[in-house]
C-alpha cells in the first residue's frame, strides 16, 4: 500500500515538474523532478521492504516446521 502512495506522489510532483518546465520556472522545476525522484526511490524501497519481510517471514517459519521433525 505504501508503495502506490510513493508512486502516486511521484507521478503528480513529476507532471507538476512538466507544468513549471513549461512555465519556464527551471528552479521550481527541478525541484519538484528531484523531489519526485525521491519519492520514486522510497517507493522502489517500501517495495524491498515488504519482499524482505516476507522472505524472513517464510524462512522463520521453515525453521520452525524443521525444529519440529522428530528422528
Known sequence: MAERI????AGILVVA????LWRNNFS??????????CAWFLSYRSQ???K????????ISN???DQNIDF
Open 6 to 9: 510513493w508512486i502516486f506522489f
Open 17 to 20: 515538474a512538466a507544468v513549471l
Open 28 to 37: 521550481a522545476a527541478f525541484v519538484s523532478a528531484a523531489l519526485g525522484a
Open 48 to 50: 524491498l521492504r515488504t
Open 52 to 59: 524482505h519481510s516476507v522472505a524472513e517471514e517464510n524462512s
Open 63 to 65: 525453521d520452525d516446521e
